[in-house]
């Protein structure tokens, strides 16, 4: 059995009449990183807040690192970096000094330690050499940058971003991947929502969507690009000679522009390939279609015609 | 990597404590407010000296011919709606102001249990009434003994009754009023506290406790309901010139502290169930 950084069971959150998130069931293998997408007001920060103990769930249970939260949020929660709804410091302190208040909170750093993990958490994030100058005159990215220093203040096991590339230049948006990226190799488990699929598709291993409060799909970014209709695209002149070897044979083929279209149930790839041949197709090239997860994050946000 | 966490690990107390204190004394609004606060007894120093002998009646009188009534008599005035702003201030800021920041959710994932926050932020608010009473007892004291000195042939203190106490017994009594003060403050700062849980607009928290301490004076001036005047924290506050007269009459100011340490206990008491349950 895989250990679980995140495990959720029939969470539900509801303000008034309108459920924000509504019986949401989630895993997270130690050592991902989940993507957690969805468009605007879908739930993904509800969803978050629930998880960090920042707001009570109205029905359902949440596990961060094998620990019942929020029961259990006094223990969990040292272990585990978020940054939240954008990054909130205070105005009139340096960043360097809004940090030391981050980290005189922080129950795993020791006293004697917390000047030197400020530092090198300002240098990680880039910001070393703004260190001294007030919040109020940072740009959104150096504030987005901050709040993602305050996360690296100590060794995480579990990190939550909330949307962290939000105000970033394309040049932050590599820091934040590098960033992710090296929390990964570092073996921590990361869970990162955004709305950008190309953010997610670039850094994750994991993926869930979430729509209007309800998770439509999880699971590996592998099993969800090739699980939903596992297919080859091949090109050819000769598609309607190789439909029909194929339909013979069984399978379920198609002709499309250029070739035809091969859904592989119950075959493999150079199963195909030899079949064609054998029948005389002139095959150029065979490719495995990849749904693309743009197209599937489109398909699953609106596939019911709303 | 195991797989269970360790148990329970918090950050010291003391650090803790230490942050909010640099976070609340540092903030400018904190400086501007205890400097304007220390100007109050200065001008009024100012103002009655220049004026002579000529003021009319009351408390400040006394001021012309004796240095010690000053600290006393600036606590008074400040006590009526100055001190309690700025104590509100703190406690507006300190839950509604770093909930609207969103910067008490950094503090409530490091994670600071709810328990703590409170006590933290309660003795964060104290700080400021501290700090804002010893500013204006101080430079009352220095500004009234620069411009008259002390009065009296045994440069004691003239009281209210008319007979002459040491200057150490002096002393001690302006540090009794000083303490009185901020005993007060802290029941102005545990109702604002309370507030200041509850809500998201520190704006909110200055008028509901201005707004409140205004509506007490008003009552208080109600002859009718005075079966209510024992329940409003400014009956007792007229006390603290108690501590100019001889022999020193204790009544009123065990009864106004006594009072205090009511709202202080209810205040604390709202304070910590609304913050259990607050969403951050």
Known sequence: MTELAIRIRGLRKVFGATAAVGGVDLDVPTGA???????????????????????????????????????????????????????????????????????????????????????????????????????????????????????????????????????????????????????????????????????????????AVLDRGSLIAAGSLPALLDGETPALDVRTPDSTTAVDALRVAGLSAAAISGGVRVELAGTEAPTVVSMLVGAGVAVHEVRRRRTGLDELFAQLTKGDGR | MTTSVSGPVRAPLGRLLRSELRWVLRRPRTQVTVMLLALVPVLTGLGVAAAGSSVGGGLLTQVSG?????????????????????????????????????????????????GRLVLVKALGVLAVAVTAVAAVTVLGAVTGLILVGPSGSSHGLLTLSGTEIGPGQALMRVVLAAIWTVGQLAAVGAAALAVSSATDHPLVVLATVLGGLIGSGILSAIPTLDWAHPLLLTTGWFAI????????????????????????????????????????
């Open chain 2, 241 to 280: 010139t108690d501590v100019l007269r001889d022999p020193m009459p204790l009544a009123g100011l065990a009864s106004s502290s006594a009072r205090a340490g009511c709202y202080i206990l209810l205040g604390v008491t709202l304070t910590l169930a609304r913050t259990a349950t607050r969403e951050a």
């Open chain 1, 33 to 207: 990183v989940m993507g957690l997408l969805g468009p605007n007001g879908s739930g993904k920060t509800t969803l978050i807040r629930l998880l960090l103990a920042l707001s009570r769930p109205t029905a359902g249970t949440v596990e961060l690192l094998g620990a019942p939260v929020p029961a259990a949020a006094g223990k969990v929660l040292p272990h585990v970096g978020a940054l939240v709804e954008g990054p909130a410091f205070h105005p009139f302190l340096s960043g360097r000094d809004n940090l030391r208040r981050c980290a005189a909170a922080e129950p795993l750093l020791a006293t004697p330690a917390i000047p030197e993990a400020v530092d090198r958490a300002l240098l990680r994030v880039g910001l070393a050499d703004a260190a001294q100058r007030r919040y109020r005159a940072y740009s959104l990215g150096m504030k987005q940058r901050l709040g993602l220093a305050a996360v690296l203040l100590t060794r995480r096991r579990l990190v939550v971003l909330d949307e962290p590339t939000n105000g970033l230049d394309p040049a932050g948006t590599q820091e934040v991947r590098r960033i992710i990226a090296e929390l990964h190799a570092d073996g921590a488990t990361v869970l990162v929502s955004s709305h950008l699929l190309s953010e997610v598709e670039s850094t994750c291993t994991h993926v």
């Open chain 2, 66 to 114: 004796n240095g010690l009534v000053l600290p006393v008599g600036a606590l008074s005035i400040c006590l009526t709606l100055l001190l309690p702003l700025a104590v509100t201030m703190a406690a507006a800021d300190a839950l509604a102001g770093e909930s609207a920041y969103g910067t008490l959710r950094a503090l409530l994932l490091a994670p600071v249990s709810r």
